[in-house]
């Protein structure tokens, strides 16, 4: 009786790991934002909860950001972005699938910065500036900042944001001359709900079909031992 009780334990710990080890790999590889393709508009403000206030205009309706106002970032320290009412024209990516220039920085990096901020606004800049400024290094002179760049140095690899946290998208712009416009970031929610692909739920299926089987055949071994 201890040993089937062992086995059913067993294979129902087995079953739950492979439905855990599924949503992990879906939420690490399902989260594209729709953005738009056209251009859109920005205009900046000086912050206090961030480095920018990035107001978007001319977007279309029906995607994962609208018109408004974002938290926005600097990574790009080369020029100086004018402000509101200047405003400027750029193209929307996510940084989990970035413009070719921009594809060997460290996104993770930022990623996990803005879903898991400490000290203030300068601080959060300065340790984003760390990992991304382009074309040129930066070293933090706050505190505060190096105890956010350790702690993503010691977790952030490889991190991708799940449901409901932030994307850093990068508003990059269209211009005529190389150093008329800062490439920005600014923090989109991810809405994107994980879908299951096929294999896995063919996966999934036959688990439970599996389980059910061995939980119905032990009930009739349970049964008969009592009699």
Known sequence: MKNIKSIGFTFLLAFITLAANVIVVVYATDTNLNLPQTLVRIEVFDGTESYFITKLMDVPAGYDVSNGTYLGWCIDTRVEMARSPAQHLVKLYSSLNPPGDLANESWDMVNYI??????????????????????????????????????????????????????????????????????????????????????????????????????????????????
């Open 114 to 227: 803005l879903n898991h901020k400490r000290g203030n606004a300068t601080d959060i800049q300065q340790a984003i500036w760390y990992f991304i400024n382009l074309d040129t290094a930066y070293t933090p002179t706050s505190e505060v900042a190096w105890e956010i760049i350790n702690d993503a140095l010691a977790n952030g690899e490889g991190y991708v944001p799940s449901y409901g946290e932030k994307i850093a998208v990068i508003c990059y712009p269209q211009y005529v001359l190389p150093s008329e416009v800062q490439v920005s970031i600014i923090e989109v929610t991810n809405t994107v709900i994980p879908e299951f692909p096929s294999p896995q739920i063919m996966l999934i299926t036959l688990s439970a079909i599996l389980l059910l089987i061995t939980v119905v055949h032990y009930r009739g071994i349970f049964r008969q031992v009592k009699t």
